[in-house]
């Protein structure tokens, strides 16, 4: 069985780390560590020396804490561009880190500046399996300056939530050239990049095998904004039979994009998903 690490953000309240931990081991999660991710301003301080005390007890999962690093060293506060994007990298490393070393990755993103939150999200987009998980934390009648419950008691009124995470891919991050990628800003192009190349052999293989030659050329036409007397005059065809031609494509275009029997198929929809294609392709 895999390790598992949890990995948590942290703001100036280190019970949201505590609690987090409290509520994944009671619900039968094995945490090897706990990574907290942080801020290094003077408002932080005393929540690491609470989380510090706490770890530095008997049975506690091994703790780490990892400042978010610019390239001006460690970031007080996430309040300019630079600040947001040296803790993307931050998440985005240590994420990469954790799941090359082949391990469950639980991402807390409870604590912190929303901003924290956000990206978390986009890190577990780009980097997560189907078996990691996001979390956030839920807490009713606590307001900030109350006081400090760091570990979850009977009836406490605390929940840890799950957090869909909307893969880009179906195939694990590290088997592909995302796991090569050390900036999360280039794993991102990278991303788009793959997305675009599926995209165009998706539809490739819908030309090329959905349609028959007198097809393809009457939607190459029709991408290029012909109407049906300038295609039916190009092919030297009647208009009759390129309109019953582009009744056929739209039905299986129809099938092939798997939209529902009440969303209908028209021109527009064909020329916009496939204008770019014939374009790139050169066609």
Known sequence: ??????????GSEPQVVTLALDLLQHKGYTI???IVVHTAGTIIQPALTRLREEFAQAKRPAFRLLPIKGDAGPVADLVTEADVSALLRTLYQIVLTQKR????????IAGGRKTMAVY????AQLLFDDDDRLWHLLSQNWQPGDQRIMHVRP???????????LRWSSISPVTTELALREDPWDALQAQRQMRQTKDRQRKREFVERWLTSAERE???????????AAIAERLNKAEKT?????????????????YR?????SRAVLVATFATYFALEGR
């Open 32 to 34: 090897h560590e706990v």
């Open 120 to 123: 978390g999200m986009v890190v």
């Open 218 to 228: 009457v939607v190459r036409l029709a991408s290029q904004g012909l109407d049906n």
């Open 1 to 10: 069985m895999k390790e598992q690490v949890m990995i948590a953000t942290l």
């Open 242 to 258: 390129v309109a019953n031609q582009l009744t056929g494509i739209y039905a299986k275009l129809h099938e092939w994009r798997g």
């Open 261 to 265: 029997t009440d969303v209908p198929v």
């Open 155 to 165: 009836g406490d009124p605390v929940t840890l939530v799950p957090i869909p995470v």
């Open 101 to 108: 070393a082949d391990r469950l990755v639980h991402l807390s």
